[in-house]
């Protein structure tokens, strides 16, 4: 008689058995909810009956978007698990030497939290009193180099997976969405800006804002 084992493998599993189904992705923004997000995003590439079929997404999740599609579209779902991973460490990364990190009152009762973070503090409250243009005059944002390293929009553009972005036009207060072969790295990267700390992205003369 066959044993447990072998009548596992003689199962097919569930991913083998039912056909392909196409689904659409809403991904949301947040930094945290960005990076946990890759991760649900990293599982369901593992699940070949799923075809996804179109991605919306806002700030981080426009990120990881771009990203999963521009890896898709290089070597299919290795691909895009690959250039998920290479680019959340490349985020983690760029922040290891930022100012803006936990107290050491909240590392030894291990919170993870920014409340007591002098520099957040300091921040939070500068960014209530002036405007993304006194406190960011140079237009430093790390999100720049590490989008540079980590897209190809040609790869994007070519993507099978269909992308929607949504962008506000600061002068009539209208959305306009962007597909694959519109988006840009410095549209990508303000979306993910926090509007507080950097100014707007201009498209063709005219202020994109952000949502």
Do not use: C
């Not at 392909?20 to 991760?39: E, F, I, K, N």
């Not at 939070?124 to 960011?136: G, H, I, K, M, Q």
């Not at 553009?157 to 790295?185: D, K």
């Amino acid at each position: 008689m066959p044993t447990e084992a072998a009548k596992e493998l003689q199962t097919p599993h569930v991913s083998q058995a039912r056909d392909p189904l196409l689904v659409d992705l809403a991904l949301q923004g947040g930094g945290s909810h960005g990076a946990l997000t890759w991760g649900v995003l990293d599982r369901l590439m593992d699940e070949s009956w799923l075809r996804i079929d179109g991605i919306s997404g806002t700030s981080a999740g426009a990120m990881n978007a771009v990203v999963l599609a521009g890896g898709f579209a290089t070597d299919g779902p290795a691909g895009a698990k690959s250039a998920l991973n290479v680019f959340w460490r490349r985020v983690a990364d760029s922040a290891r030497f930022s100012p803006i990190q936990r107290s050491p009152l909240d590392v030894f009762l291990g919170r993870w939290i920014l409340d007591t973070s002098p520099f957040y503090l300091a921040f939070d409250l500068a960014s209530r009193v002036f405007s993304p243009y006194d406190l960011n005059f140079a237009g430093a944002n790390p999100l720049r180099q590490v989008l540079a390293e980590s897209v190809d929009f040609a790869q994007v553009a070519g993507s099978p997976i269909r992308l929607f972005v949504t962008a506000t036009n600061v002068h009539t207060g209208r959305g306009r969405v962007f597909r694959n072969a519109e988006l840009e790295r410095s549209l990508v990267q303000r979306h993910a800006a926090e509007g507080a700390a950097h100014d707007r992205t201009v498209a063709a003369g005219r202020g994109r804002g952000e949502l």
